[in-house]
């Protein structure tokens, strides 16, 4: 039997702290079933040390799906992208981030659903997430307004939902539809659209 690792004393902040960011990857990995005991484990700790922080499990689990959709880390993979890339490089680097970050939290998708049912303040908290995430894109499309044939900020709302429905397949009705886009089309439908580009070689004659 694995002995657990003892951590030592801390703040009850602190405490708490350790406790969301051992449960986060639980979350994403065994969705609400993650028991106390797992938890526990994580953390190095006993599991009544849990309800020495937290009055119950659903309590906890509500904070660490709060900390897992806090969107600062994206805001702060978006900014770092920069905007010295020409404007198809920039948005695949910007789209790869997200994804790998939509990805990480695809199971924590219907929790909510349990844990948040009485909670008025979620909706609304996700709706900031989005919105300062794609204010971030926005900044990072301004350079080339005069390009677009919408604002930065209407570009920025259409490629997270291209980008959001590539990840999450078949939780907007699309089946597995968009399951095979990669970084590069997605870009290129938000660019191109999706006429399928013409050969740009010349047909050759044929012989009389």
């Known amino acids: 039997m694995t002995k657990r690792r003892r951590v030592p004393a801390m703040a009850p902040e602190d405490r708490r702290a350790a406790l969301i960011a051992a449960t986060i990857p639980l979350l ?25 922080v937290f009055p119950d499990k659903a309590s906890l689990l509500r904070a660490a799906l709060a900390a897992a959709f806090d969107p600062q880390p994206a805001v702060d993979s978006i900014t770092a992208v920069g905007t010295g ?13 997200m994804r790998a970050g939509m990805s990480a939290n695809t ?11 009485d909670d008025a303040e979620f909706g609304k908290r996700m709706g900031e997430r989005r919105a300062r995430i794609q204010s971030a894109l926005a900044a990072l499309l301004e350079p080339d307004r005069d390009r677009l044939r919408r604002s930065p900020e209407a570009t920025a709302q259409l490629l997270m939902m291209l980008t959001t429905v590539s990840v999450f397949r078949g939780g907007f009705g699309h089946g597995d539809e968009f399951n095979d886009m990669d970084d590069e089309e997605i870009v290129s439908v938000l660019l191109d659209g999706l006429l399928v580009r013409p050969d740009p070689t010349p047909p050759t004659e044929s012989a009389p």
């Open 28 to 52: 994403r990995e065994y969705g609400t079933a993650v028991s106390t005991r797992q938890i526990a484990e994580a953390a190095g700790v006993a599991e009544g040390t849990i309800f020495g």
């Open 107 to 117: 199971k924590l998708m219907t929790a909510p659903r349990e844990l948040m049912a």
């Open 85 to 97: 890339l020409e404007l198809r490089a920039r948005l695949c680097r910007v789209v790869a981030t």
